[in-house]
């Protein structure tokens, strides 16, 4: 049972999936190595596995201790954010550890400006990048109190306090071999054409396929991906189409095989937003990453 488990052993557990080594875990959190291997006995003991097993001169984590790391990570993270509060935030001190939740394409467009902010400013902080998915945002609010910030647009979110960073306008991609397309689509072109989708579920379908059903669209989907910077390879050498951020039509531009056309239609702005529990709304730190994330809107537009 939980009250029976010392939480002490949380950091610990933390430290040896982590490191897979009873030695290096126990430098990172200044221990004895005899205190560090107690630790990691009485883990053992608590999971009924061995967590770490010998193969040659080294040790590997076992298949449980795998499946572990990340809800323990989770788990120590909303911990320190209860018994750790920071009435006067000095970032350059700070070992505050940031997590911020953004999509493959948020984090390629957001993610250098944010990292590099977070290293310059606060260089003993940590910052973790974790992928959107539709399991998080059917979740919300309550899967955002282990994360700092979501990273995505307006109308999937409720509960939440956000603010704005950046506007994006739309795009077309095509592949760069269709013979079948001009410089320009047509409407009548957007409704024969076969199209990739991203995140085409009840609740995570995309505000692309919002703009497409305002205009009385419904793409004939052919591929969905949960993953934005794969749109090209999938569009690239076929006859689909895709309708995406101008910013990400751009960026797939350049590792060629598409082209980027503008929207035969006028479509309303992308809104990038970054949300967060309202739990965090007066954390010193929190805030502080918050207008962090928001100068780094400002650098890319």
């Known amino acids: 049972m939980v009250r029976e488990v010392d939480l002490n052993l949380l950091r610990a557990l933390d430290a040896i999936l982590e490191e897979q080594s009873v030695t290096k875990a126990a ?28 193969v040659g001169n080294s040790y590997e984590a076992t298949p449980l201790a795998k499946e572990l790391l990340e809800p323990t990570r989770t788990a120590l993270r909303a911990t320190e954010r209860v018994f750790v509060r920071e009435g006067e935030f000095d970032p350059m001190t700070s070992v505050r550890d940031f997590s911020i939740v953004m999509s493959d394409y948020c984090t390629a467009a957001l993610g250098p400006a944010i990292a590099r902010r977070v290293r310059e400013r606060s260089p003993k902080s940590k910052l973790y990048v974790y992928g959107l998915t539709p399991t998080l945002v059917d979740a919300a609010p309550e899967s955002m109190r282990t994360h700092d910030l979501i990273v995505m647009p307006h109308g999937f979110l409720t509960d939440l306090k956000h603010r704005d960073i950046y506007e994006d306008d739309w795009a077309c991609v095509v592949s760069a071999d269709n013979t079948k397309v001009t410089d320009r689509l047509t409407v009548e072109d957007l409704a024969e054409m076969p199209w990739v989708l991203t995140f085409n579920q009840r609740t995570a379908f ?9 205009q009385g669209l419904e793409p004939h989907t052919e591929v969905v991906t949960e993953n934005f910077l794969t749109l090209g390879a999938l569009i690239s050498g076929t006859d689909r ?26 479509a309303d702005p992308l809104v990038e937003t970054m949300w967060w529990h309202p739990m965090y709304e007066v954390d010193p730190a929190h805030r502080w990453l918050r207008d962090i994330v928001v100068e780094a809107g400002i650098e890319i537009t």
Do not use: C, I
């Open 206 to 214: 995309t505000t692309a396929v919002q703009q497409l059903r305002m």
């Open 27 to 54: 430098a990172r959190l200044g221990l004895s190595q005899p205190a560090m291997s107690a630790s990691l006995a009485k883990l053992r003991r608590h999971f009924g596995d061995e967590l770490l097993t010998r």
């Open 241 to 266: 189409v895709a309708l995406v951020q101008k910013r990400l039509g751009e960026l797939l531009a350049r590792s060629g095989g598409v082209r980027v056309l503008p929207v035969p239609f006028d």
